[in-house]
């Protein structure tokens, strides 16, 4: 058995099914063996970055950790913006970077780098084989660590010449599959008996939920949670779709990319309990949401992330389920009525919400331009189940504002805020939930950078939905720039891309009349191929945005 048979079957045997990247020299017996096993996928991509987003969208829709491959220096430097985003955003990923021979590598000959160096900064594991019976540890190692703690992105440096050389099967041992959670991680009974006693006395106490409620599971102990206490739930970006958004409790995303009335629950709140939430900056507006006196509850299964931003009253280092379980457990068993003022206060919260999305879809000008209203309006009528993806740029507010409910998703480079992403994630959304619809919301800025994988989209009939917000310029930085003085660098020209989708064998609708967009988005859902709907945006369309301080933007 050669390495990279080895390698393979640690990979499978772990339960590993999505894999994607571009094959070089060095990656090409790992794919070609993955080909011979016919156990798993392979999807081929135009650009490693893409790569990356789909296995960022399947690992946080499945819980399992996809393998990127990448060939040599020049893969993992196209791979690293993708890797970088998974990363920073916990998601569980293997990148097996597959180098040059150990001289080339130690005399810096031709595609030569040091593959570690340009990524070691975010992600959470690295190991390089330099021998083969150093080979089976290693993976299991990095599977081992991309799903334990706090997810995150393990990778594995082993150079062509090691790959390609004998193992004996003695030195193989049999797979361990791996999911998450990993392991578990209960809280300490004293400390939740101690948030318990806070909860009661609080009057209004809010629920901020972060992206580790998602791979928890913690959905449903989460809900009875809120249920139990009447108390509303503000998502982030990464923990939307653990809640139903239909219910009333559940008011979406506050914070640097939510809305004004979410943001009323945290400011009006006496007491903040954040479960799997590292009370970042995107979620807490840089903190400015925080009331200045309300303790915090929280719970975070990585104890360097327990006040890393905002000193907690009680910090618990736990498994979010476990923790709302256990939670539950002790109100369940001294059950108190949830007091009247706390159930008008929800209340008001959801009207709000209610009231201000309404009026702003009522606000729409009409000035002969298509306006984002009538695009948030439709996609507010498609099911809760479906899953959207959105790019960097002022139209992911607009998206955000579609409910879902599990399983349906909202998927997001959120923490690296980056371009490039949303092709992929749809890709990957797609290909891990085949049978919910997928929406991507995405800039014509944002997808030009892709644009090479619509052939991927179709090659591999990945059915998504992509709606292009075309503006023609990048507009989030547009009026950044305007601040300065002259306008430079920010507007652009653009294809037609309802006719360029026809090109890459994708259907193409385009919407530049008000009106229009409806009856396009039910032809490209009708179709059941992936379809582009080139929406003419006006220029000067800005989303409504959360009112914070200068100094927090």
Same mark, same amino acid.
């Given at each position: ?29 790992? &794919? %070609? ?14 650009? !490693? ?20 491959? =990448? ?141 580790? &409620? ?19 739930? =503000? ?55 925080? $009331? ?39 109100? !369940?068993?001294?059950? %108190?009525?949830? $007091? ?25 000008? !009409? ?7 009538? +695009? ?30 599990? $399983? ?30 997928? +929406? ?57 891309? &309802? ?35 080139? =929406? ?18």
């Amino acid at each position: 058995m050669k390495v990279y048979e080895a390698v393979l079957d640690q990979l499978l045997g772990a339960g590993l099914t999505h894999f994607a990247g571009m094959v070089g020299s060095t990656s090409a017996p790992y &794919a %070609s063996a993955l080909a011979a096993q016919n156990q798993a996928r392979y999807v081929g991509i135009r650009h !490693e970055q893409v790569a990356a987003a789909i296995l960022d969208a399947t690992a946080r829709l499945t819980g399992q950790p996809g393998c990127l491959m =990448v060939h040599g220096g020049s893969g993992l430097l196209a791979a690293s913006l993708g890797i970088g985003s998974a990363a920073l955003d916990c998601t569980p990923m293997v990148v097996l970077s597959a180098t040059q021979e150990r001289k080339a590598m130690e005399n810096g000959w031709w595609q030569t780098l040091d593959v570690q160096k340009p990524v070691a900064d975010f992600v959470k594991f690295q190991t390089r084989v330099e021998r083969p019976d150093q080979a089976v540890a290693a993976v299991r190692d990095a599977l081992r660590e991309s799903v334990s703690g706090k997810p995150g992105v393990a990778q594995i440096d082993i150079p062509i010449d090691v790959s390609t050389e004998e193992l004996g099967a003695d030195n193989v041992p049999k797979p361990v599959r791996v999911t998450t959670p990993h392991i578990r991680l209960f809280p300490d009974p004293a400390l939740v008996e101690e948030a318990a006693k806070l909860l009661r006395k609080a009057a209004r106490p809010v629920l901020l939920i972060g992206g580790g &409620a998602n791979y928890s599971g913690a959905g449903t102990a989460l809900i009875q949670l809120a249920e139990r206490m009447g108390a509303p739930v =503000v998502n982030s970006p990464t923990s939307r779709g653990v809640l139903p958004e239909s219910n009333p409790l559940v008011l979406g995303c506050a914070g640097i990319i939510g809305y004004e009335p979410v943001g009323d629950a945290i400011r009006e709140a006496d007491l903040v309990l954040a479960i799997g939430s590292r009370l970042s900056d995107i979620q807490t507006s840089r903190g400015e949401l925080l $009331p200045a006196n309300a303790p915090i509850i929280q719970v975070d299964i990585d104890a360097v992330a327990l006040g890393k931003e905002y000193p907690p009253m009680v910090g618990i280092v736990s498994d979010a389920k476990a923790f709302a379980d256990a939670l539950n457990e002790i109100l !369940e068993a001294d059950p %108190s009525p949830i $007091p009247d003022a706390r159930r008008h206060w929800t209340a008001s919260l959801a009207d709000r919400y209610t009231a201000w999305r309404n009026a702003w879809l009522a606000s729409s000008p !009409e000035n002969g331009h298509v306006q984002p209203q009538e +695009i948030v309006a439709a996609l507010c009528r498609q099911p809760p189940e479906t899953i959207y993806t959105h790019g960097a740029g002022d139209h992911g507010f607009y998206g955000f504002m579609a409910p879902v409910d599990p $399983p349906g998703a909202h998927l997001v480079s959120t923490r690296l805020g980056a371009m490039g992403c949303a092709l992929g994630m749809a890709m990957g959304a797609k290909w891990a939930r085949p049978d919910q619809p997928v +929406i991507t919301c995405i800039g014509d800025g944002d997808l030009m950078l892709q644009l090479g994988d619509l052939e991927t989209m179709a090659r591999e009939r990945l059915n998504a939905i992509l709606i292009v917000f075309n503006n023609f310029r990048l507009g989030s930085q547009r009026k950044r720039v305007e601040a300065y003085g002259p306008v430079i660098g920010v507007d652009h020209g653009n294809p037609d891309f &309802a006719k360029l989708a026809e090109l890459f064998d994708c259907r193409g609708f385009r919407v530049d009349k008000p009106g229009q967009f409806g009856d396009a988005l039910k032809g490209a859902l009708a179709s059941g191929e992936p379809s582009i709907i080139d =929406v003419i945006i006006d220029p000067e369309a800005r989303p409504p945005r959360i009112t914070i301080s200068r100094e927090a933007r």
